[in-house]
């Protein structure tokens, strides 16, 4: 393993996040600042900057499944983080933001805003009008961006207990509501919890497959949609391909094919960087919602 800290972070840190703290005049525009412990944008920042992060050698390459990092915290300890142990890293503070974020240039749930808004505006709808059911939520960036194109309601759902802790404690106020749920067996109280936030946008950034959600899942949260709203999403463009075995091809082609998904933007774009500096290229969806998926 060689230390990557500072050629790699500083080379693709200002692709990254800037835009994101700076969307707390949105956020008290909606009035939801100021619930729970929150220190402010000012004390996320500052836990980012106080963690280092060391990436295996850039000539090693692991399946996206299998990436991990050594970080060093406040403490001066390090130790090592798989990418998709969330639980572990939603725990501490900053991490998520400066792995994916400040060193590896994610940008995802800002470009899939702006997909949104400008698809929103050429059908002559308003971000405030939507009701958007956020699915992988994680500690929620994307309802920071989707308050920032002013989207007034959104409802989390994450299969982690931690994610929502870390939600509440980095971006509080942001969900009128947040159900830790899983949407493959989706239970009576969630589902009506679900109904009564009458939802009609689907959001599912970074968090489709990849043993994250699975398509029995995406088909659930698609169902508590109303009939011409939104879908937002990212996928691999692997999952896409005709050699697919996810599920998430088929039933994608099939939606698109039946006229249940009417696609209205659809884009190619970097992702983020893997752990040896090759680009993720993964398509953003944003369609209607005309039918039931089959
Ligand atoms: C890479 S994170 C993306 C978080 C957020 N959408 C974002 O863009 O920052 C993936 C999220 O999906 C969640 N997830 C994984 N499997 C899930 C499932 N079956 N149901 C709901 N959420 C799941 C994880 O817990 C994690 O919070």
């Given at each position: ?129 939507v009701r958007v059911l956020d699915l992988?939520a ?15 309601h959104a409802v989390g759902v ?17 969900y009128?509501d947040?159900l830790?749920?899983?949407l ?10 679900l109904?009564?936030h009458r939802l009609t946008a689907l959001t599912v ?15 659930t949260a698609y169902d508590q949609i109303?009939?011409?709203g939104w879908v937002v ?62």
């Open positions: 393993m060689t230390s990557t800290v500072n050629g790699f972070d500083s080379a693709v840190a200002g692709a990254g996040h800037a835009g994101h703290l700076g969307s707390e005049a949105a956020r008290r525009e909606h009035g939801r600042l100021g619930e729970g412990v929150y220190r402010g944008p000012g004390a996320l920042t500052a836990a980012r900057k106080a963690l280092r992060v060391a990436l295996p050698e850039p000539s090693s390459r692991f399946d996206q499944n299998d990436e991990w990092c050594v970080v060093q915290q406040p403490d001066g300890s390090w130790s090592e983080f798989r990418f998709h142990d969330y639980h572990r890293i939603f725990d501490v503070p900053g991490l998520y933001e400066k792995i994916f974020y400040d060193v590896l240039g994610c940008d995802t749930p800002r470009f899939m805003a702006d997909l949104f808004v400008d698809a929103l505006a050429t059908a002559r709808e308003t971000a405030g009008d992988g994680g500690n929620g960036i994307m309802a920071e961006e989707l308050a920032t194109i002013g989207v007034g994450d299969i982690l207990q931690e994610a929502r802790a870390a939600a509440e404690r980095d971006r509080p106020g942001l009128a947040y830790v749920a899983d493959t067996d989706l239970g009576d109280d969630d589902a009506r919890t109904a009564d950034v970074a968090a489709l497959g990849f043993g994250d959600i699975p398509p029995a899942a995406f088909r109303a009939d011409g999403l990212t996928i691999k463009d692997a999952f896409l391909a005709e050699d697919d075995t996810s599920g998430f091809a088929r039933m994608i082609s099939d939606g698109l094919a039946s006229g249940a998904l009417e696609v209205v933007r659809r884009e190619r774009f970097r992702h983020r960087l893997a752990t040896d500096a090759s680009p993720l290229v993964y398509e953003g969806i944003v369609a209607r919602k005309r039918g039931p998926l089959g």
